[in-house]
Each structure stands twice: as structure tokens, then as C-alpha cells.
């Protein structure tokens, strides 16, 4: 069974920094690709980061190139998703996928709401 579970989302205020988390099951930690993607109110839901692990290609999107950063704990089945210099634009549901089989994305979690303050 596949479960992603994301956490760590909350308020904050612009230049802070935080960290969201994505509780994997074995099955979801092991996929070739992770990625993160986020949905704000009245717009299609966009992809943040991803990365192939077998190669650590990586595609970040240009709006956050330079303050996300992707990574991920083998010992704890959990990928982390580091968010410096948040901005108000960066407020969204955040997401975590993998991929399922070679379609990516493939399995999602259930959204953590991260809400930045100017």
C-alpha cells in the first residue's frame, strides 16, 4: 500500500524559513522519482521540485530556484522539503508525490497548508 503523509505546514511571516516533511511508506519511499508540487486558491496546481534519485536529477521551478531545497532520510522513510526566504506568493497546499511504475506523478499525499504573511 502506498501512503504519503506531509506535515510541518503552518503560518508564517515573509523571510522565514520551514521545513515540510512526507511520512512515506516503504513502497512510495522507493519509487526512482519524489517531487513536490503545490496548489494556491484559483490556480492549477504546479510543481515545485522533483528529483530522480538514481541520478539526482533534479528540476526546481524558477520561482523558488535558490531557497527550496529537496532531500530525504533513508533511516526515517522521509523526504523533507526546505523552504527559505518564504514569500506571500509561495502560500499554497503543498504536496508530496511519487511516481507510480514511470508515470510521474503518480501517488499523492493529502496536502499540507503552508501561509505566509507580508
Known amino acids: 500500500q502506498v501512503q504519503l503523509i506531509e506535515s510541518g505546514g503552518r503560518l508564517v511571516q515573509a523571510g522565514d524559513s520551514l521545513r515540510l516533511s512526507c511520512l512515506a511508506s516503504?513502497?512510495?519511499?522507493?519509487?526512482?522519482?519524489m517531487g513536490w508540487f503545490r496548489q494556491a486558491p484559483g490556480k492549477d496546481r504546479e510543481q515545485v521540485v522533483s528529483?530522480?534519485?538514481?541520478?539526482?536529477?533534479?528540476y526546481y521551478a524558477d520561482s523558488v530556484k535558490g531557497r527550496f531545497t529537496i532531500s530525504r532520510d533513508s533511516a526515517k522513510n522521509t523526504f523533507y522539503l526546505q523552504m527559505n526566504s518564504l514569500k506571500p506568493e509561495d502560500t499554497a497546499v503543498y504536496y508530496c508525490?511519487?511516481?507510480?511504475?514511470?508515470?510521474?506523478?503518480?501517488?499523492w499525499g493529502q496536502g499540507t497548508q503552508v501561509t505566509v504573511s507580508s
Open positions: 528529483i530522480i534519485w538514481s541520478d539526482g536529477t533534479t
Open positions: 516503504d513502497l512510495a519511499f522507493n519509487s526512482y522519482r
Open positions: 508525490t511519487t511516481a507510480s511504475g514511470s508515470s510521474f506523478p503518480g501517488f
